[in-house]
């Protein structure tokens, strides 16, 4: 959260001296931080992320994209994820971009 100086209203800046934490302020105002950690809560929270975690292997990864008929000018595959990217000004069109859904070459075309 941001916090102001009550005697200039300028930005309150962290600084650490000695581990210690407080607010300061160019003018000259200081402010103690007091940081209590509730150790509880942090490992209730580590806990319920690990629940959560999903890890997606490079196989398992699941494609976002249209599937085109497209060959692949690597391998002669048939089949090729399709998108468009306006990469140049408003004006010009954009470029279509295909990745080989068996050997993961990319290409454009204009």
């Known amino acids: 959260m941001v916090q ?3 005697e200039c209203s300028n930005l309150l800046r962290k600084k650490t001296d000695e ?3 407080f607010l300061a302020c160019k003018c000259g105002y200081q402010e103690i931080l007091e940081q209590l950690v509730d150790l509880e809560s942090v490992q209730k929270k580590r806990d319920a992320l690990k629940k ?3 890890i997606v292997s490079e196989e398992d990864k ?4 249209p599937i085109a008929k497209k ?3 690597k391998c002669e ?3 090729a994820e399709s998108w ?8 010009e069109p954009s470029t279509h971009f ?6 993961k070459f990319t290409w454009r075309e204009q």
């Open 19 to 21: 581990g210690n934490s």
């Open 77 to 79: 595959n048939k089949k």
């Open 52 to 54: 959560n975690l999903i």
């Open 98 to 103: 295909f990745r080989c859904t068996q050997c």
């Open 4 to 6: 102001f100086c009550p």
């Open 71 to 73: 060959t692949c000018p």
């Open 62 to 65: 699941v494609s976002l994209h």
């Open 84 to 91: 468009q990217v306006q990469i140049r000004s408003s004006d």
